[in-house]
């Protein structure tokens, strides 16, 4: 007996194959769209297409209830190589699937953005209110998807929820390329005894969420009968940071071996959420990172 009937955008990746578990888990019935076939669940069904195509995505929109809209082009320094394939994705591609909602009624839309909205010209904590900062076409992108969001609220009345996520961590992490998350390149390299890649000094500090925290949100707000949550953007991190370096010692432990790079463009110095926003929703972090390092 299957509760709702969802799309998960980017159900293959990271975050999304994550969520798709867990619906499945809780027997929804699950449609994934990705341009990549990687992390399957045997429960769900998966189209191999491309948010971009409205035409070939809109059809698979008819009676959904739910849309988790994770798909995008998702870490910074490609992005920045890359810019034009970033807009297209981040924006059109976001468009695309608001509009499919529109026309099909579904009920709400969970939208995936990004703590690297804040920038350089806020403190942490970092709250929701505070003006946006966008170093690098990421950001931009994926706060164009935000305005998408609530004005596709506020104009057409269709519900949305955004979350800025911090820094994701937890299984099935990409551990591949060098710019791959700080926690899953760390741990391959040092399983590997190569030398943990470090960038800069390694003072910078990081607000570390973990993704089964991250799927808890997503499937929490989609459900919450407060509507004073729609349109609106919450923070999704620990309200705890570590710097670069502190990683180095979780995962290195007592042998923690490391080479120091070049800075990136385009990053901000630190970030930590304020996540009372969403606490005020029923929602707490479980996972702590050094537990989950070192168990």
Wanted: hydrophobic share 35%; with cysteine.
């Amino acid at each position: 007996m299957f509760y709702k009937k969802v799309i998960v955008t980017g159900g293959c990746g990271f975050i999304g194959s994550n969520l798709v578990d867990e619906l499945v888990k809780k027997n929804f019935e699950v449609i994934v769209i990705d341009n990549k076939f990687d992390n399957k669940n045997k429960n769900a069904t998966y189209y191999k297409y491309d948010i971009n195509n409205y035409d070939v995505i809109e059809p698979l929109f008819i009676d959904i209830d739910y849309v988790f809209h994770l798909a995008a082009e998702s870490r910074i320094q490609p992005t920045i190589e890359n810019p034009r394939l970033a807009m297209k994705t981040n924006v059109l591609g976001t468009c695309n699937v608001l509009e499919a909602c529109r026309h099909h009624n579904v009920k709400r839309v969970i939208y995936s953005s990004t703590s690297s909205a804040y920038g350089l010209k806020n403190n942490p904590p970092l709250v929701e209110t505070m003006t946006r900062d966008c170093l690098n076409p990421y950001s931009v992108s994926k706060c164009a998807g935000e305005d998408l969001c609530k004005m596709y609220h506020s104009l057409y009345g269709l519900e949305t929820v955004i979350f800025r996520y911090f820094n994701v961590y937890g299984e099935r992490q990409p551990t591949k390329g060098q710019y791959a998350p700080v926690i899953g390149l760390f741990q391959k390299q040092h399983s590997n005894g190569e030398p943990m890649t470090v960038v800069g000094d390694g003072s910078q500090t990081r607000d570390y969420i973990h993704v089964s925290d991250v799927v808890n949100a997503n499937i929490l707000m989609a459900l919450h009968e407060d509507e004073s949550c729609l349109g609106e953007i919450f923070n999704v991190g620990t309200g705890t940071s570590y710097s670069v370096m502190d990683i180095v010692s979780m995962v290195g432990s007592d042998n923690a071996n490391y080479i120091n790079g070049p800075n990136r463009a385009g990053e901000a110095k630190n970030t930590l959420a304020d996540n009372r926003k969403l606490k005020s929703f029923g929602w707490t972090p479980k996972v702590k990172l050094q537990e989950w390092i070192n168990p």
